[in-house]
């Protein structure tokens, strides 16, 4: 196997908490960081960067960043917030960023105006970042730190403050750029459409710590955190295991196909759950007699994200079965699971 082009393996320590991350990435590798708020997903990035004291090692293309100045390093920053010069030109941000790094002026000026027309830009390169929408901000912002030629992109939820629309393009434009990079990109994120159309791997953040590390489809499959769980679409009760069974937190019994014993976390796609007006007699062997608390719409037109509770359930549907059903919050509905769709891990006590 070849040398991993960024190995890192550091402690920070931010008053009483220590936080510990170990990560190795090859070239050309995007990399989902994802946890809840305060697990350390943005300590992760200053670790890299050299914002943040270290201990431990961290090298990227064979080289120890340790010995090297924060300024010296050759890392990409991108917040949510932008961050661009108000009294400077939509151009000369972007050309800061190279000339910053030490590029001469005329080649600095060719990268702006190649990343601009890239990022589909281009045409607003002499206006101010005051005249820019949400979206245009963020791609300057882009085109600014691609700019400096980085070893490593560190992207911090850049596409949290844009509608969807903006965002969905923002990423097809972004993953194109990614498909071309030789370093390693980290992305710190709350949405799951991230994971699947910019991740190559997906680092899971908790307490101050690496979770799970794995392909999207690893961790969508078999999510070992709550958050990570819910951050994919799957439903997460907490219970404890004897035998088959788990007596749930929230009350009811759970019937399940993995022997374990103790405290676990139970987690199963919102489509493995049936729901039926009347009891069920299938072979299901998971029955309750629950409320609907909430139905939603998913924004497809065609299915309804309901609500029920207890147990705490989330269920997908089509709109023609909530209104073949009756659904309505606050009604009362049966909802089964089979045994087999239910993942059962071991949870901390």
């Not at 960043?65 to 961050?83: C, G, K, Y």
């Not at 890239?118 to 820019?132: D, F, H, I, K, S």
């Not at 392909?215 to 958050?227: I, Q, Y």
Request: hydrophobic residues 40%; charged residues 25%.
């Amino acid at each position: 196997m070849s040398e991993s082009y960024l190995d890192l393996d550091v402690t920070v320590r931010r008053g009483e908490k220590t936080l510990r991350f170990s990560l190795q990435a090859d070239p050309g590798e995007t990399i989902a960081v994802v946890g809840p708020n305060g697990a350390g997903k943005s300590t992760l990035l200053d670790a890299v960067a050299g914002t943040a004291p270290t201990e431990g090692s961290l090298h990227v293309a064979g080289q120890d960043w340790r010995r090297v100045p924060t300024h010296r390093r050759r890392v990409a920053l991108v917040h949510q917030d932008h961050a661009l010069f108000p009294h400077l030109s939509v151009r000369a941000n972007v050309e800061y960023g190279a000339r910053a790094r030490g590029t001469g002026r005329a080649e600095a000026r060719r990268r702006a105006s190649d990343l601009l027309q890239l990022l589909e830009v281009g045409e607003l390169a002499e206006r101010r970042p005051g005249q820019l929408s949400g979206g245009q901000s963020q791609r300057v912002a882009l085109a600014r730190a691609l700019a400096t030629e980085p070893e490593v992109v560190l992207l911090d939820e850049p596409f949290a403050a844009l509608d969807v629309a903006v965002a969905q393009r923002l990423r097809e434009v972004l993953a194109e750029r990614l498909a071309g990079f030789t370093g390693v990109t980290l992305l710190v994120t709350h949405d799951a459409v991230d994971l699947f159309t910019l991740a190559d791997r997906v680092l899971v953040v908790e307490d101050g710590a690496v979770a799970q590390c794995g392909t999207p489809a690893e961790v969508a499959a078999l999510p070992r955190t709550p958050h990570a769980a819910r951050l994919v679409g799957r439903n997460v009760l907490h219970g404890r295991a004897t035998k088959g069974r788990v007596v749930l937190d929230e009350g009811p019994e759970l019937v399940t196909a993995t022997p374990a014993e103790g405290p676990v976390l139970v987690t199963f796609n919102p489509s493995a759950v049936t729901l039926t007006t009347e009891e069920p007699h299938g072979s299901a062997r998971n029955r309750w007699r629950t409320v609907v608390r909430r139905l939603v719409g998913a924004g497809d037109g065609a299915t309804v994200r309901a609500h029920l509770g207890p147990p705490t359930l989330t269920v997908d549907l089509t709109t023609e079965a909530v209104a073949e059903l009756g659904l309505h919050e606050g009604g009362p509905v049966w909802a089964s699971l089979k045994a087999t769709d239910v993942t059962v891990q071991e949870a901390s006590a």
